[in-house]
């Protein structure tokens, strides 16, 4: 009985809180490719926000929300009890120990497995938040060797713009303004490819999203 009452309240929580980032933000989500992508499949986005996962998991069609779940870092989402349920039991986190000294688990392993279970994933190869004047910090190599262990696996870019001015690093209070996401077209690491060619592809694929001005519309989101 407790964990259906568990389960549901998760499910409150997480509907609850992107209904929050949806009236603060009025955000939507653009395709700019009309390009089919497989699912499951990894999108992997430009990062400034605690918020960046849950615009991207807000914007998505309802049964492909279902099956998402943002990749995140296990020493923060572990650190109260507060944060636990809301990354592990509303939004279904898959937790990655960042420091090596504590990680029991392989990242990369861990994500295949959830690609093999059928879950999609919202990853941020950046590493960490983008406080810099530079528009894009270079792509760490994981995302490298997760299209490496599943090379049948689309890899959509997705640019999310304005949420940085929204909730800045180190704020709590969200500042009204418009976001909107762009989900690009999706790539597959090529056989051969190198990580840095491959690295490289998907920084100008993720870049070329910032500066789109005439998306076409998929997959539930809307045409602007």
């Given at each position: 009985?407790?964990?259906v009452v568990r389960r549901f309240?998760?499910?409150f929580v997480a509907a609850l809180i992107g209904f929050l980032a949806r009236l603060i933000t009025a955000v939507r989500g653009v395709r700019h490719s009309d390009e089919a992508y497989t699912e499951p499949c990894v999108f992997y986005a430009n990062h400034a926000s605690h918020g960046d996962f849950i615009l991207i998991w807000t914007v998505l069609p309802p049964g492909l929300r279902a099956e998402t779940r943002p990749v995140a870092g296990a020493d923060y989402w572990q650190a109260s009890r507060l944060r636990r349920f809301i990354g592990v039991d509303a939004f279904r986190s898959l937790l990655i120990?960042?420091?090596?000294?504590?990680a029991d688990i392989d990242p990369i392993t861990a994500m295949a497995e959830a690609l093999d279970?059928?879950?999609s994933l919202i990853v941020f190869p950046e590493g960490t938040r983008n406080t810099t004047e530079d528009r894009l910090l270079p792509l760490k190599s994981g995302i490298f060797h997760l299209a490496e262990a599943r090379p049948d696996v689309d890899f959509v870019p997705v640019w999310i713009s304005n949420l940085n001015r929204v909730l800045p690093k180190g704020e709590f209070l969200p500042v009204p303004l418009l976001c909107v996401v762009r989900f690009g077209a999706a790539l597959r690491l090529d056989p051969g490819e190198s990580k840095a060619a491959f690295l490289?592809?998907?920084?100008?694929r993720l870049l070329a999203l910032a500066d789109?001005?005439?998306p076409v519309c998929n997959r539930g989101t809307e045409q602007s």
């Amino acid at each position: 009985m407790r964990l259906v009452v568990r389960r549901f309240a998760a499910g409150f929580v997480a509907a609850l809180i992107g209904f929050l980032a949806r009236l603060i933000t009025a955000v939507r989500g653009v395709r700019h490719s009309d390009e089919a992508y497989t699912e499951p499949c990894v999108f992997y986005a430009n990062h400034a926000s605690h918020g960046d996962f849950i615009l991207i998991w807000t914007v998505l069609p309802p049964g492909l929300r279902a099956e998402t779940r943002p990749v995140a870092g296990a020493d923060y989402w572990q650190a109260s009890r507060l944060r636990r349920f809301i990354g592990v039991d509303a939004f279904r986190s898959l937790l990655i120990a960042r420091n090596g000294e504590h990680a029991d688990i392989d990242p990369i392993t861990a994500m295949a497995e959830a690609l093999d279970q059928g879950s999609s994933l919202i990853v941020f190869p950046e590493g960490t938040r983008n406080t810099t004047e530079d528009r894009l910090l270079p792509l760490k190599s994981g995302i490298f060797h997760l299209a490496e262990a599943r090379p049948d696996v689309d890899f959509v870019p997705v640019w999310i713009s304005n949420l940085n001015r929204v909730l800045p690093k180190g704020e709590f209070l969200p500042v009204p303004l418009l976001c909107v996401v762009r989900f690009g077209a999706a790539l597959r690491l090529d056989p051969g490819e190198s990580k840095a060619a491959f690295l490289e592809r998907a920084r100008d694929r993720l870049l070329a999203l910032a500066d789109e001005d005439e998306p076409v519309c998929n997959r539930g989101t809307e045409q602007s």
